[in-house]
């Protein structure tokens, strides 16, 4: 037998399983510990705040039947995710477990049905902010490397990889779920383990940097041309031109901004644009005497939905959210 799921039924699911079972402290006294909802098995998630912006979720649980989730495109932040006991697989022949663990980057996510089996599940996730890649795993200018930014797809699609555990990732993924400590102590070694998890699964795609050939040096007329097109972009938020209309006012073709752009500041320049944009988003919510809508319209938002969704992409807390001072996207 297969349940077949829509988000807005897995959604029910857990409010009325919050609702029943509200989530408690986790183990060793750390982070909050949530049971599954009883209409899909047994089991619980354990989600623990690493690092500010950076997240552990730590699952045990067993499906009662075969599940089908049918997962609607999305803006999804970047997730790195292990089982070391159960099969998740999607309809474009993607896998995670027996095996294989997935990077799943920051960006639009497509839709997409996966498949759980009648079995149990023994593994973790993590959630990290883009930003964060820049301060952990930065390059000699102190930006997110080259080789690693198409993780951070901004309103692109997103890329997903599905890299083969090998034996160390395994065993990190295995001392971090039987973590033997409490508290202060437990949250310094996941830290460490954490981190670890990811350099191990970025490793292999660094060490391609230097197989790889240098990007075109830009000539310092351009350079001044592309520093310009920023200039224009933070000076009109609410209503920005298009890339062309850009390229032009500038005096380089759009070609040569949209591979310029990311060189100079590590990012397109719809992605710098969307983030300049959001940052003062928050800034204007923050300061608590206006609306949703009316910062929205500000930064050149029609659609609250939208705005929403890439605000929550960003912050990881809804724009009403931020205006009412909350400070975590935890149970949100």
Known sequence: ??????ITDYQEFWAEANQNNPPKPGLNSLGIIQEIPRQLGTGYVQTIEVYPHLWLSILDNEYHDNVLFQIPEWHHSL?????????ITTQHGGQLGGGYSCISGSGVQPKMNLNFTKSRYLGLEVHISPDLLATFF???TGEIPQ???FLTKGNDW??????EITTAVQGVVQQIISCPYRETMKRMYLQTKVLELIRLQL???????????ESPRLKPDTINRIHHAREILLASLENPP??????QIVGVSDRTLKR???QLFGTTVLSYLTDKRMNLAQQLLCQGNTTVAEVANKIGYSNLGHFAAVFKRKFGILPSQCLAGTKSFLGS
């Open 147 to 149: 080789l690693l930014r």
């Open 158 to 163: 997103q890329t997903l990889l599905y890299p």
């Open 1 to 6: 037998m297969t349940i077949k799921l829509k």
């Open 138 to 140: 930065p390059d000699e």
């Open 260 to 262: 310029g752009f990311p």
């Open 203 to 213: 490793f292999p795609i660094l060490a391609e940097q230097d197989q790889l050939p």
């Open 79 to 87: 997730h790195f995710s292990f089982l070391l006991a159960g099969t």
């Open 242 to 247: 298009s890339l062309l209309e850009l390229a």
